[in-house]
């Protein structure tokens, strides 16, 4: 089968000077597997992220360091915060013969019927679970049909969907993956009036009531005075 191919070089410069690779567009990363030690590696920024981006953390990659070739997997990656760009990576050496660990993400399948028909909102409570398998059989994610979730409180665990052959999954398999869940209608906040605002309405309705035009209080004297007359 074949795998990407990514080039690498050893590399001398370690520590606070690994910034001015960075700067240069270079790559910094280290392979280790069972039983060796690990090495410091160099690479283009470039190339390690195209490769990244077509296996992810699940795909077998040649790794080819000074000309020897390596089978890997990406084990992990640090990224820079506010560009979230890599900024250095570890890559486990494998043997093609022996099964690995590794996260592999679940990706849901379909739209629950209860979203369809507006009866419930769907929650995805888990992302990834940790399988076991050869190299060459990790799945780069596990398909998850969530169609039939009709109801609210509907739910699929790990142990009820289907599971690729020659994979193992070492997550418990009683855990939910996705859920529905009741839709929560929140209710319109009430208008806010202002403490100041509300003193001086109330200050105007009173004033309204007590005051007085100086028609009204003439007419009320004209009245006074003819009933007196």
Do not use: C
Not at 21 to 49: C, D, H, W
Not at 199 to 210: C, D, P, V
């Amino acid at each position: 089968m074949k795998h990407p191919v990514l080039n690498a070089t050893k590399r001398s410069i370690v520590g606070k000077q690994v910034k001015k690779l960075r700067r240069e567009g270079i790559f910094p990363a280290n392979v280790y597997g069972k039983e060796l030690a690990s090495v410091s590696l160099q690479m283009p920024l470039k190339e390690f992220t195209d490769v990244y981006k077509q296996v992810g953390e699940t795909g077998l990659i040649d790794l080819v360091v000074d000309g020897e070739k390596r089978p890997v997997l990406i084990k992990s990656v640090q990224f820079e915060f506010r560009q979230h760009s890599p900024v250095h990576a570890d890559f486990y050496q494998v043997n093609l013969k022996e099964k690995v660990k590794a996260m592999v993400p679940l990706l849901l399948v379909g739209e629950p019927k209860a979203v369809t028909e507006n009866l419930g909102t769907l929650l995805q409570t888990l992302s990834e679970v940790e399988v076991e398998a050869l190299p060459e059989e990790l799945p780069e994610n596990i398909e998850v049909n969530i169609e039939h979730l009709a109801e609210v409180d509907d739910q699929i665990m790990i142990s009820e969907f289907k599971i690729p052959t020659g994979v193992s999954v070492l997550t418990d398999e009683t855990q939910v993956v996705a859920k529905i869940a009741a839709i929560v209608i929140e209710a319109e906040p009430e208008p806010v009036v202002e403490e100041g605002a509300e003193a001086e309405g109330a200050e105007t309705s009173e004033k309204s009531e007590t005051d007085e035009s100086p028609g009204e209080s003439s007419a009320k004297d004209e009245s006074t005075d003819e009933k007196s007359e």
